[in-house]
């Protein structure tokens, strides 16, 4: 994969994240982001194209060298009416990119921090983790 495919990639999972988001809050949320690295003091990417390029730079080293397991968390939605996310990048050897722990195509993992959770949605009911496998948003089925 070329590094403008990875790019073009990350609008995907920066959607889903989105949606997966909204469904944790019972809420819509802003279409814009924020980013920054887990542990880092400050924000260090505003806009979606900012924050594509910062992902693309620590996660694409070549074309057969992707990081394969990349945690996306949604912290909060700042002041300026952005979705901050926080990236984590998981110790294994970069490979060639391809399904990823998720099973879904891709390097991403997501998740939801504490400040975008509200008490609309039930999410630990299996009919809510059901609803978000159904839409490729979790990577297993709760019976």
Known sequence: MTQNEFKKHIEKPL???????ELHSGEELPND????????????????????????????????KIYPCVDLIVEKITDENRIL???????YEPREFGKGWSN??????YG??????????????????????AKGLLHYKTE
Not at 36 to 52: D, I, P, R, S, Y
Request: hydrophobic share 40%; with cysteine.
């Open 85 to 91: 996310i926080s990236g984590r990048i998981a110790g």
């Open 33 to 64: 982001f924020e980013f920054e690295w887990h542990l880092a003091q400050k924000v260090k990417a505003a806009g979606k194209n900012n924050v594509t390029e910062l992902i693309t730079k620590k996660v694409y080293l070549e074309e057969e």
């Open 104 to 109: 879904r195509l891709g390097p991403f993992i």
């Open 112 to 133: 939801i921090g504490r400040g975008i959770q509200t008490d609309k949605v039930n999410c630990n009911s299996k009919e809510f983790k059901n609803m978000l496998y």
């Open 15 to 21: 959607s889903e994240l989105k949606l997966y988001a």
